[in-house]
């Protein structure tokens, strides 16, 4: 079955330097889409990035990068020069070819930022 | 512009009550709805996706239904909760488009007692 794994149930990092946030997929389909969200402790889910599979190149939106390895499926969140408002739960999400409509997320990591 | 409204914010219901939580879109037409459930800490858990009116996929089988009887309107429903329902729901609307996001509700914190 196609699956999002999260390895890391937390991490922490120094404020102002950057952290990867770890995302393999699980997929034979050759057509499928990533996103990332941000939820931090109000709830709310805040979408970050997009990577399709056809993109050539890696999906960058300000100080978030994604490190996009297809033969490896992976899809890591980079995010560069951290700040105390980064503190939060992380989600790496997919749809796959199969079902486009159909978004699943990962378990999550949740990110302590520190000063 | 496209807002989602859900409600309510904060639920506590007795075990075996029936349970009703609404998700409205608006400003836009024909989207991808979506019911998710979180556990404290968790991920997030696809319960329900709605492509249009009336068609209905279900992804966990269990005690909740849910019905989409307009285009832009998304109901969970149970007809008895389990203590086991407790969780943050979380509704969520998606473009037709593969590369467009999902923008979710502020979700409903249930406490089932």
């Known amino acids: 079955a196609q699956k999002i794994t999260q390895t890391q149930p937390g991490m922490f990092v120094q404020e102002k330097e950057a952290v990867t946030l770890d995302c393999t997929y699980d997929?034979?389909?050759?057509?499928?889409?990533l996103f990332w969200y941000k939820q931090p402790s109000s709830g709310e889910m805040i979408f970050l990035i997009y990577?399709?599979?056809?993109?050539?190149q890696n999906a960058t939106e300000g100080r978030y990068s994604l490190n996009f390895q297809k033969a490896r499926k992976s899809a890591n969140l980079v995010i560069s020069a951290s700040q105390l408002g980064d503190s939060a739960m992380y989600f790496c999400a997919a749809f796959f070819s199969g079902g486009y409509n159909k978004l699943i997320f990962g378990a999550g990591t949740r990110l302590a930022v520190h000063p | 512009s496209q807002t989602i409204h859900q409600w309510p914010a904060t639920l506590v219901q007795p075990v075996g009550s029936p349970l009703s939580l609404e998700c409205t879109v608006e400003g836009t037409s024909n989207p991808n709805l979506y019911w998710y459930r979180q556990a404290a800490g968790r991920g997030l858990q696809l319960l329900f996706y709605?492509?249009?009116?009336?068609?209905i996929s279900s992804e966990v089988p269990q005690n909740l239904s849910a019905s989409r009887p307009q285009d832009r309107q998304f109901i969970l429903s149970s007809k008895k909760l389990l203590l086991s329902d407790s969780g943050f729901y979380l509704c969520a609307w998606r473009g037709g488009q593969p590369n467009t996001e999902a923008f979710f509700g502020q979700g409903t914190r249930l406490t089932v007692v």
């Open positions: 997929t034979s389909d050759p057509s499928y889409g």
């Open positions: 709605s492509v249009g009116i009336g068609q």
């Open positions: 990577q399709g599979s056809y993109d050539q």
